[in-house]
Nanobody
Framework: QVQLVESGGGLVQAGGSLRLSCEASGRTFSNYRMAWFRQAPGKEREFVAGVDWSGANRYYADSVKGRFTIDRANAENTVSLQMNALNPDDTAVYYC?????????????????WGQGTQVTVYS
């Protein structure tokens, strides 16, 4: 299995932008569908954005459509999340996940590997 390491979180003012990156170890990165989830204090981990094996198909939660963009680079074993027009409701720990089954990308149970998470804090 791959191992995942996220980076790029931080503190940003509302309306600002951040770019998260997730680097995967191993040679089989392209065998995994990838996604970003987030978890705010006291809340369940929720789907943010996902991408299929090639990067051709992308999926977004309604709350981030038009503001966030997920990309993957199989040659570099990375998946990124560009986050624009951030607001305080986006504050959470963001996790990168890898799925090697045909389950729903929106379901956190589909993912077999998770990164350690990176904190994003948006202040108004």
């Amino acid at each position: 299995q791959v191992q995942l390491v996220e980076s790029g979180g931080g503190l940003v003012q509302a309306g600002g932008s951040l770019r998260l990156s997730c680097e995967a170890s191993g040679r089989t990165f392209s065998n995994y569908r990838m996604a970003w989830f987030r978890q705010a204090p006291g809340k369940e981990r929720e789907f943010v954005a996902g991408v299929d094996w090639s990067g051709a198909n992308r999926y977004y939660a309604d709350s981030v459509k038009g503001r966030f963009t997920i990309d993957r680079a199989n040659a570099e074993n990375t998946v990124s999340l560009q986050m624009n027009a951030l607001n305080p409701d986006d504050t959470a720990v963001y996790y990168c996940g890898a799925a090697n089954s045909w389950g729903s990308l929106y379901n956190k149970g589909t993912y077999v590997v998770w990164g350690q998470g990176t904190q994003v804090t948006v202040y108004s």
